[in-house]
């Protein structure tokens, strides 16, 4: 066999010149000829150092002579379609083995995350196995994280918003391969069912959201010290060194758009500019009012500006996210505590002449603020779209008269996003300078820290906490 040395890494700058080092991994790789196997078809055997644990495993079925294929840089997808593999690389795969590696497991209800090590399978047809280089906890990991009433999904790995390294490959993959950097995103896209199909639905029908991997409803994690099986979360599981994921779930975005940023499109800056791309359809001259300035709601205003909006109003508690909002295309500013005895929806129409907002978002996740969204937006053809989610399902009170009078509520699913097709095309204007995402970067930090992540974002503190797998230099905060 021939060796060939493999190294992928990456560096940031930090604002005191410090080198953070963002994703090292250094591999031995041994290739050899397959027998009978076409014309430069190569299996690559992988001795990999990571930081957790050595390993020795076996990879894909590579090829030579310049193909994509090859464990190097990929580049940006400038096709929504799949990019189909030879079939001898499906006739040839060699099986992956086990890697053990470092995971923050759930054990209880708002009980904070331990560090245990387990152990992740190989992925199985039609998945593959991502190395995580950053991950990013999102609201909807707290909602699940606090669920005291829900199903017992004891002990999890939580964590949807990341990005990573295909690391090996099952059987039947055609759209990954080892090495290509990946967003892997809780919502799938299949292709082929009457929803990925359609331009009105962003809803995979074969594929849909549920526990456990989306074909078996099995796990690929267990706890190496008892092999105790351990819940997967949203079909991510980004919460560990390792995870495995359908390929179905996994969109490929190239190395050239830094980690930190390709981690967020795969969940929250997606969800909210989807929202007021394709769901809301913003149009230019419109009035635009975001209930809520998280990241979501952010991602709100900075799309809702991208499709020409000239007013678009921010509400939230905290005065201090009007700096940030100005930023990214808030041009007015409401704190229900420092506006008396009105409700939000009367100093809207105030502000619209008496009208209402074109749009409204409510990007919190409480039923009262939806309705009053709904009251906010003006007759005719007011629409407001719900982004946020409450843990209690609580109904929304809205009077049918309003219905009738041309106003308008509709939910929003990571945006009405379809995950392969847009992504790629959210990479391409971060790369274009077109889609601002560092200011909502507020914190980064190491993965023994992520209980210290998981509190800031559940109290309020951060935009969105960059959980890096590999980190030196201590954390980069507020910014930097």
Not at 237 to 265: I, M, N, Q, W
Not at 314 to 338: A, H, Q, S
Request: aromatic content about 6%; charged content about 20%.
């Amino acid at each position: 066999m021939q060796p060939v040395t493999h190294s992928h890494a990456r560096r940031l700058k930090t604002k005191k010149d410090s080198t953070v080092s963002l994703m090292s991994q250094r591999s031995t790789i041994y290739r050899s000829r397959i027998p009978g196997g076409g014309g430069g078809m190569h299996v690559f055997h992988v001795f990999s150092c990571a930081s957790s644990s050595a390993s020795f495993h076996y990879c894909i079925i590579g090829a030579q002579h310049g193909s994509r294929h090859q464990a190097t840089p990929n580049r940006l997808p400038t096709t929504s379609s799949p990019t189909r593999l030879p079939l001898a690389m499906e006739q040839n795969r060699v099986v992956a083995r086990p890697i053990r590696c470092k995971a923050a497991v759930c054990k209880a209800a708002g009980e904070p995350l331990e560090m245990e090590e387990v152990e992740v399978a190989p992925p199985r047809a039609h998945e593959v196995r991502i190395k995580v280089v950053c991950t990013s906890p999102c609201h909807s990991d707290i909602t699940f994280w606090r669920m005291k009433d829900g199903p017992n999904m004891f002990p999890c790995i939580l964590g949807h918003e990341a990005v990573g390294v295909v690391e090996s490959v099952g059987e039947h993959v055609q759209e990954a391969a080892v090495g290509d950097t990946v967003v892997p995103v809780f919502l799938a896209q299949c292709g082929e069912c009457a929803d990925c199909r359609s331009a009105r639905s962003n809803l995979c029908s074969a594929l849909p959201t549920r526990p456990g991997m989306p074909r078996d409803g099995t796990t690929r994690f267990s706890l190496a010290a008892t092999g105790e099986p351990v819940h997967n979360f949203l079909s991510v599981s980004s919460f560990a060194e390792y995870t495995v994921v359908d390929v179905a779930h996994v969109v490929r975005v190239g190395d050239a758009l830094p980690p930190e940023k390709a981690c967020l499109l795969s969940c929250g800056v997606a969800t909210g500019i989807g929202a007021a791309w394709k769901v809301a359809a913003v149009e230019p001259g419109s009035t635009v009012a975001v209930f809520g300035l998280g990241a979501v709601g952010l991602a709100v205003a900075q799309g809702s500006k991208m499709r020409g909006a000239t007013r678009i109003i921010g509400i939230d508690l905290n005065p201090d996210k009007f700096e940030t909002g100005k930023k990214l295309g808030i041009t007015d500013f409401v704190n229900p505590n420092g506006i008396g005895e009105q409700t939000v929806s009367e100093v809207i129409k105030e502000m619209t002449g008496g009208a209402g907002a074109d749009y409204c978002f409510e990007c919190i996740g409480s039923v009262s603020v939806m309705a009053e969204a709904f009251r906010s937006s003006r007759m005719g053809w007011g629409k407001t779209v719900v982004l946020g989610v409450d843990g209690s399902a609580a109904p929304i009170s809205i009077p049918s008269l309003d219905i009738m009078r041309g106003r308008s509520v509709v939910g929003s699913y990571l945006g009405g996003i379809k995950p392969k097709d847009d992504i790629p095309v959210l990479a391409r204007k971060c790369l274009d300078k077109e889609l601002e995402l560092d200011e909502f970067i507020t914190h980064q930090m190491g993965f023994d820290e992520i209980n210290r992540g998981l509190d800031l974002l559940a109290q309020g503190k951060c935009l969105r906490c960059i959980i890096w797998m590999e980190m030196d230099g201590g954390a980069v905060e507020d910014g930097a």
